[in-house]
DNA sequence: ACAACTAGTAGACCTTGTCTAGTACCAATT
DNA sequence: AATTGGTACTAGACAAGGTCTACTAGTTGT
């Protein structure tokens, strides 16, 4: 589960829960920028490992499963492209490198992040209005 | 589908739907802020037209079916209360409104979108340090 | 020998949103 | 009188994305 809101206790956790539990649709970027800020091809198990430090999930390794499907998903779309890695000693693993394709959806993506900011933003300040609240204008939101 | 983005033309949707498409399980929070808004329950066919404007669809009217999906499962976590509504002419028809339950639940989805905002602004940051790119301050966002 | 870590796969499941399609009733047009 | 279009809601199937359990298989450290 992502844990945008990094909470810290199960009551915590179970209020976000209620609330929705949280953001989807955003591994993709999350993979394309660890791909991004690295020199080299990575692993799976790598990526997986430093998507728990993305801001996405707050320290909580995603489900391998899912971030394993979703590179391949997104090889299959030409954003990555990549070898397998067969030493003589250890499993085999496959690494993977940000294709052109891959690096210009991730430009591409940053634009509509700004446009998800904007939209939530948005919706944040209709909520409050509704409820005749004044915006809260710090964000309580103990993990950033 | 959700157009955050508000695309004018084929090929901007195309581009969008290659981004991921769009946000997603924020129907809860829109709805909650429709009713909130609303000094007088209302019928599921109008909220589906009320949410067409919110920020969440760029005047594009949602699935129905999926509302109303929403609109049930709201109902029995205690979000909203219902009651039918069976005028002598016309079709019987369902009216909403908003639980106590309900208003506090859209009081924490305000610090959540919060959170969320933060999120994705730092997801989009990270995006664009690994891409060497100067964090683009105006969001191209045609719709906002 | 055992545990823990690296690396990946398989299969079922749930939620959320989409798509097609249908019912039923009303008002206004043709 | 018949058709169109709007109101109001329902049903069923589907797909994408994320979750959960569980498994293989090699490596390293105790």
Redesign the interface.
């Known amino acids: 589960m992502w844990s ?2 990094n909470p810290r206790n199960e009551e915590e956790l179970k ?2 829960a ?9 591994s ?3 993979i ?3 791909l ?2 690295s020199e080299e091809p990575l692993h799976g198990y790598v990526i997986v490992q430093r998507a728990a430090f ?3 999930f707050g320290g909580n390794k995603p489900d391998p499963t899912g971030i394993y499907r979703t590179l391949k998903a997104m090889e299959e ?1 030409g954003l990555l492209s990549s070898v397998w890695d067969t030493p003589k000693s250890g499993p085999a693993k496959r690494a993977f490198s940000l294709t052109k394709a891959g ?1 210009s ?20 300040e ?6 005749g ?1 004044d ?2 204008p710090t ?3 103990s ?2």
């Open positions: 945008v809101c209020e976000c209620q609330l929705g539990k949280s953001l989807s649709r955003l993709q970027p999350t394309l920028t660890i991004a800020a993305s801001p996405m779309q690096e959806t991730l430009r591409r993506w940053i634009d509509s992040l700004a446009c998800y900011q904007a939209t939530i933003g948005e919706l944040r209709e909520a409050s209005q509704a409820l609240i915006l809260p964000p309580l939101c993990a950033h």
